[in-house]
């Protein structure tokens, strides 16, 4: 499998050829890009690019908490101030029409480079490269943002000559240099990894363990874990969590700073920086998932919803997306930002939380999202008891919970003697793993609990010491700490776990993650 030519996306040529034109008219060039790690990675991906391409650039990231998702008009009139001509968006775009229209009357032309949903209306924009519209002819549908913007870097290249006809001229294979770029924003944004997107992240897990950029690396020695063996779960449960952490809790330029810096110092300050922001991230989730868990626990089997004034509504989609997860239900979370209640939205497979809110439309001042995951701003803070009431109703009436259950597959039952080193490295060798390709899930049937308990800030994850007789092994469940009960020490159980490496503070062992136990049958 390679990649897709670039100019197989219908409006790249038109793209490619105004940007082409601004950096010769010196014309100034904007990037918008949106908080989480995503947006973040691609407003890098695309701001390199244009630099070193000699263009006239500079970037904006919006406030999560004050300016919410998507392009705002006042950050548009500050860009024309300031002379911008061309307006690139990227995450974001697609349905900000009136924005759009409105930078059009202030003198900038907008190039769209975005992967959200197709709206039934398109915005005014000189050129949309997006991946997931109906009628679009790239090959490869389900890029994360930064794989568009990488995508279009590669259509710059390519018609420049490397720069060389702009006189800023680039070595052959310069852009390979972003591809660890683009493998955090295709695990972080939980992108399925079959086709370009696995060619786009095995080869920058390669670029990741080599990286330039002083900011990753003073990030890895702050996080304790070894750069040269970067794999995705070092993405998605390490680095992932640490960008986002900025946008949720402060404001995202942080972590894309991080990202350019070519300041050592600077680069260890900002790596302790969002250390330390996603400390108070993890620590505020639990907090918050715990209130979460007592505010439903007598709510309808169908639904749940949850509110509190206090949660920071940054981490709201957390605590939403791990009670949807725990009580395998659609699930609301909510809190108050500015004098407004804010929500986010979870489901799951059987329920498409979009079509329910598309009949409750009536109670949102906004509201988007798509059939697992929406976000909303209610029309006042009164009325969300109501709301509330009608959501659980409403999700009643679309299916009752003996309907479904969580499945798990399993891709075979092992001995505890058969977790080798050697099976280990060979599990490795068909990684990488994620969305659409996820790593093996092995079944150890009626082994032993030798020791038990829970470790972690607040005790949320289990770990157990267990033995089928001829061989002992270690397990950790993460945010599993509810399990102890369910495993006495003496008493057997069988297990569901994901064997791989385990890398910390230098030290290399195997791992086995629980998945999932009961008691044998």
Known sequence: HTLGDPFSFKQMRLAVDRIIRAIHDHQPIMIYGDYDADGVTATAVLYETLRALGAEVDWYLPARLSEGYGLNVQAIRDFAHRGAKLLLTVDCGTSNIEEIRQAAELGLETIVLDHHHQPAVLPPALAIINPAFIDETYPARALSSAGVAFTLVRALLVETEYG???NHPLPA???KWLLDLVAISTVADMMPLRGE???????GLLVLRKTRRLGLRALFAVMGSAIERADEYTIGFMLGPRLNAAGRLHHAGLALELLLTTDPARAQVLAQQLQLINQDRQRLT??????????????TPAAATAFAPHWSPGIIGLVAGRLADRLWR????MAMNDGQVVGSGRSIPEVDIMAIMDDGRHHFQRYGGHAGACGFTLNSPADRQAFETWFRQRIAQAWQPDQAQKELLIDGRAKLNEVTAPALDILETLGPYGMQHPRPVFALERVQVLQAGTVGPTQQHLRLTISDGRTT?????????AQLSATPVGGVIDVAVEPSWNE???RREAQLKIIDLRQPR
């Open 164 to 166: 060389r006809t702009l």
């Open 173 to 175: 294979g310069w852009e």
């Open 197 to 203: 997107n696995r060619i786009l992240v095995r080869h």
């Open 286 to 299: 639990e907090l918050a998932l715990t209130e979460a868990l007592e505010q439903t626990a007598s709510q």
């Open 330 to 333: 659609p699930v609301v979370a």
């Open 473 to 481: 092994a270690r397990c950790i469940g993460f945010r599993q700490g």
């Open 504 to 506: 910390w503070q230098g």
